[in-house]
């Protein structure tokens, strides 16, 4: 049996914390009912402590959810707890998520506590929340900056008192692949109880590198990952669902574990997110980007005319993409303007195609984009001036 990966989406938390992209209540509602549709296994529904409203779209998200296990983030505190408890004991599954700042700099500027004090406030904070719900998340904020062996002490803490998934954050994207996933192995192998929590990963991508050190994580042992449709989030944002769940499913060669996410719902889930929010997706964006499965090349496209997988390492349709685009520009060939001419109903002798060739090479070198209606005018004038 392949190890399960646990999908939590933290799209409308973490994603949802990027300048101008919050959701009402309905929107939420909408992404979440979304999110069930990918398959994911956690859906991270806001912060009940933030506000009324969020307290409100947690309620409303816990009540939806069919299948999925619904959290709340919360602070080492009770009010915090108690708030998250209220907003998610509707769902079916329920989950609290707690948190506290591990590394020097934020306990000593942030919190303003000592070491001692933090590892108190885990104590109080995850047995408080165990008493209230089964499922308890417990993450050590900036983990990546933290002392090993101060981590490592926290995290047997947290377990101790009953946190059942425990995330290691690299909550301002500093790691890299390699000291990624060396802390995971550090801490699972040197935690006495490390066997009773799931490890999760939770990646920003300030360096542009929250993928790729989330399966750097996974290879050591991580068997949870947050993250966030188109990788929307604090600052340069979260690790993007969809690039996780894609990796995993091409390089099941070298990443020898599966999700639940159900891939052809990608690109419904990205559109319905970027619609929301506001936020668009740069087109050479990986997987959902409008030019995912664009071939402008004339090599490029010679190739996937003859067979797609020359060019394309996954298919648009396996994503919920539609079809393969072959963009037509001053760098496309013959065969791909054949093509396209057949697609738009025209068959052309030898002699109109290479005049109509020519002509469209002329267009394309002074115009960035060639559009079907360029081709029409350039073909009916071709043929009329026969
Ligand atoms: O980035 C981070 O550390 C977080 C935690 C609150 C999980 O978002
Ligand atoms: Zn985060």
Redesign the pocket.
């Known amino acids: 049996m392949t190890d399960h990966i646990r999908i939590f989406d933290?799209t409308l938390?973490?994603g949802e914390?990027s300048p101008g992209c919050s959701m009402n209540l309905e929107e939420k509602l909408r992404v979440a009912a979304q999110l069930e549709a990918l398959g994911v296994d956690i859906i991270e529904a806001g912060f009940a402590i933030a506000s009324e409203g969020d307290f409100e779209a947690i309620v409303a998200v816990s009540r939806q959810c069919e299948r999925a296990i619904v959290a709340s983030l919360a602070r080492a505190a009770t009010g915090d707890i108690d708030r998250a408890w209220a907003a998610v004991r509707h769902a079916k599954s329920p989950r609290i998520h707690t948190f506290i700042a591990t590394s020097p700099l934020h306990m000593r500027v942030k919190l303003n506590k000592t070491p001692d004090e933090v590892i108190e406030a885990i104590r109080t904070s995850v047995s408080h929340a165990r008493n209230l719900c089964a499922d308890v998340e417990w993450s050590a904020?900036d983990a990546t900056r933290s002392d090993p062996d101060y981590l490592c002490r926290a995290v047997e803490t947290a377990i101790r008192c009953g946190a059942t998934t425990i995330n290691l954050?690299d909550?301002v994207g500093y790691a890299t692949p390699e000291t990624y996933g060396a802390m995971f192995r550090d801490v699972i192998g040197r935690v006495p109880n490390a066997d009773q929590a799931v490890f999760s990963t939770?990646?920003?991508n300030d360096l542009g590198l929250a993928v790729a050190n989330t399966l750097a994580a996974i290879m050591a042992g991580a068997r949870q990952c947050?993250a966030t449709v188109n990788g929307i989030?604090?600052r340069a944002g979260?690790a993007a669902v969809e690039e996780i769940a894609m990796a995993i499913r091409v390089r099941g060669d070298v990443l020898p574990v599966q999700t639940g996410i159900v891939a052809k719902e990608i690109t419904r889930a990205s559109r319905l997110v970027s619609g929301i929010t506001g936020m668009a997706v740069q087109a050479n964006k990986a997987i959902v980007g409008a030019n995912a499965f664009a071939h402008e090349s004339g090599i490029h496209q010679d190739g996937m005319i003859k067979d797609s997988s020359t060019y394309e390492i996954m298919t648009p349709d396996s994503v919920g993409q539609g079809a393969t685009n072959l963009v037509l520009g001053k760098h496309s060939g013959r065969a791909a303007f054949k093509q396209k001419l057949g697609e738009l109903g025209y068959d052309l002798s030898d002699n109109e195609f290479g005049d109509a060739f020519k002509r469209f090479k002329d267009l394309a070198d002074a115009k960035k984009a060639i559009w079907d209606e360029d081709i029409v005018a350039l073909v009916d004038d071709e043929v009329l001036r026969g």
Do not use: A
Request: aromatic share 0%; glycine share 8%; proline share 7%.
């Open positions: 933290t938390r973490d914390q904020e954050p909550t939770h990646c920003h947050e989030g604090e979260n």
